[in-house]
């Protein structure tokens, strides 16, 4: 309960409280950010002195308690799954395509014996209606487990910033939007072997099927397309998979300005009740770090108003001395209460500047310590120490007395612009105790745990975390999401190169004649396996140069919306296309060596 006094109650500046409103049936957000902005207005007239410069924000519900790149990266995953979806499709069109050119003879002779060339046309997009009702009935198991996959591998800790996700499940709506998708992206695709099908020219197809060595190059284009296609999409997406999976690694284990490893966090709320006052909550912070320093497997304690990687944040506006920056154009800092040993015990290095001490009273001159993108933004590379900046227009100042190295407190907001204050200016009611360890610092938990209630028996222990699982589970959606990513990369590479081995193999196969009369006048294996796979090199040489323009297209894209984290990488493009065409290569070697073992007499009586 929020039980002011009535000193308190009178007291207009305090700003550290969250307001929720349910709106009546038929009120609108719109409507509710009017009434509000006319009442802040109000406030602004009627309290100048303290009201004058603030301003009220009103969001909904969702919008201000999701995740911030809940959105961003669920745009990204489907996205994906968009471009796989179209790898696919150009797969089974580029099957069906091939099948129709096998079948290129029957349809002359259906067109020569009477039959409609709308008829020829219906029947061609009927087969593929049949193969998508097949393959969406076959999806549905596959659905349901992916699924369940899904919200299994998403922690509870995430889920709740996701709106709506436990509350995903296999109904009829998403059964007929999914079965309607496939079958339209199954009917759309069947239209080009549809179309080649209608425009067969009688007399000069039956001639091919008699003396033609190869089928004719109009029949060849469009398959050749559709598998550049594969290649390029392939390759974008699977350099998006590389880059996520890479950004989700360096988030957890790349450079994030403190020391993970070692570290058990207790994070603490002291009740009002009885820690109204600020030197008790201060004496009792002392004694809790002075109990868990005396444990031996200790090696440094220190305390903080929000530990990284913790899933809230107080921020400030910052305004320093000397720059006219209004109000609403002010920019934020993330803002920590911390001892002196909390630097030590999180390894943050102080850059310049001295550290909090015992001269930094609740009566001596407000200091702080900023971070140095902080420092650089505001001040560039004139010395910092000494300068005043404050967190209201009409606020104290507060000097800047050190500059520390820069943190990553969450995955979406690498900024680094960070403000500490001493603990014994300004003491928290919620403190995060980091206690360094030599060893496991899970075994350490039960001893914590005792110090804690040595001091205050009443006060429990909200949360008891090691520092590098705080880290994991607060990066846990992004690593989720590259994951799924890497997944569906995987599977496009898989379709991209059994869409080159598939038409390599077609078109092997129709050159078995030539082949044979090549070998007969005297070819080597080599000339004919150069022969049958000039083909598959353009197409991976197009695919690639394509596809690496696409990659970097997508890359530029996924650095925009990902909050920075994304960092292009041309060395690891490289990588991925000499290995995508290594193995598209590959693909197509094989049935071209296969050809080089037919008996060329047995070829040539195939005509």
Not at 15 to 23: F, P, S
Not at 425 to 446: C, E, I, K, N, W
Not at 534 to 543: E, L, N, P, Q
Request: some cysteine; overall charge positive.
């Amino acid at each position: 309960p929020i039980a002011l006094t009535d000193e308190q109650w009178a007291t207009r500046r305090a700003e550290n409280y969250g307001v929720m409103g349910r709106l009546p049936d038929g009120v609108s957000l719109e409507q509710a950010r009017a009434e509000l902005t006319a009442i802040v207005d109000t406030q602004r007239n009627d309290h100048a002195d303290t009201n004058l410069k603030r301003y009220a924000r009103v969001l909904s519900f969702t919008k201000g308690m999701a995740d911030p790149g809940a959105g961003s990266f669920i745009s990204v995953w489907q996205a994906a799954a968009l471009l796989l979806l179209l790898i696919a499709c150009a797969n089974v069109a580029n099957l069906l395509m091939a099948r129709g050119a096998e079948r290129a003879s029957e349809y002359s002779i259906r067109l020569a014996l009477g039959s409609s060339r709308a008829r020829l046309f219906g029947q061609t997009l009927i087969e593929g209606l049949v193969l998508s009702m097949g393959a969406v009935l076959l999806s549905m198991p596959l659905i349901v487990a992916g699924l369940a996959v899904s919200k299994a591998s998403i922690p509870a800790s995430v889920l709740r910033f996701i709106p709506g996700w436990a509350f995903i499940r296999l109904d009829l709506e998403l059964f007929a939007v999914t079965a309607a998708l496939g079958t339209l992206a199954m009917i759309i695709f069947s239209v080009l072997p549809a179309i080649q099908a209608t425009k067969a020219q009688v007399a000069d197809t039956l001639r091919q099927s008699g003396r033609s060595l190869t089928p004719g190059r109009n029949r060849q284009w469009a398959r050749s397309a559709l598998a550049t296609t594969q290649m390029a999409l392939a390759l974008a997406l699977v350099f998006a998979s590389a880059l996520a999976i890479t950004a989700a690694h360096e988030t957890v284990n790349g450079r994030l300005g403190f020391d993970k490893n070692n570290v058990l966090v207790a994070q603490l709320n002291l009740p009002e009740r009885n820690y109204s006052d600020a030197d008790t909550r201060r004496r009792f912070i002392t004694e809790v770090s002075d109990a868990m320093r005396v444990i031996p497997a200790v090696a440094d304690v220190g305390v903080v108003s929000i530990i990284p990687a913790a899933f809230n944040n107080w921020t400030r506006r910052f305004f320093p001395e000397g720059q006219d920056i209004p109000e609403l154009e002010a920019r934020t800092a993330q803002f920590r209460m911390a001892t002196p040993e909390y630097f030590a015990a999180m390894k943050i290095p102080l850059m310049r500047g001295r550290m909090f001490d015992d001269s930094d009273r609740p009566e001596s001159t407000p200091v702080a310590i900023l971070s140095t993108t902080l420092v650089h933004r505001y001040w560039g590379d004139e010395d910092p120490l000494g300068k005043r900046f404050r967190f209201a227009l009409d606020g104290p100042w507060i000097t800047v007395v050190g500059v520390s190295g820069d943190i990553v407190h969450n995955w979406f907001d690498r900024r680094g612009d960070m403000v500490y204050v001493p603990i014994t200016q300004q003491a928290p009611y919620s403190v995060a105790f980091a206690v360094r360890t030599v060893g496991d610092p899970h075994a350490l938990a039960g001893d914590l745990r005792r110090a804690v209630a040595a001091v205050d028996a009443d006060q429990p222990i909200a949360a008891l975390e090691s520092l590098d699982k705080m880290v994991e589970e607060r990066a846990a959606g992004f690593v989720f999401i590259s994951r799924a990513l890497g997944v569906v990369g995987l599977i496009a590479l898989v379709l991209a190169v059994i869409g080159i081995y598939s038409l390599m193999a077609f078109l092997t196969t129709q050159r078995t004649q030539e082949i044979g009369v090549r070998m007969a006048l005297g070819a080597g294996r080599w000339q004919v396996v150069r022969a049958t796979t000039s083909r598959a090199i353009g197409i991976t040489i197009v695919g690639t140069v394509v596809g690496s323009a696409l990659a970097i297209g997508v890359g530029r894209a996924m650095e925009s919306i990902l909050y920075g984290m994304v960092t292009t990488s041309f060395v690891q493009l490289g990588a991925l296309v000499a290995v995508l065409g290594s193995v598209a290569l590959l693909a197509a070697y094989v049935p071209a060596r296969r050809a080089t073992q037919v008996d060329p007499m047995a070829a040539l009586r195939e005509s």
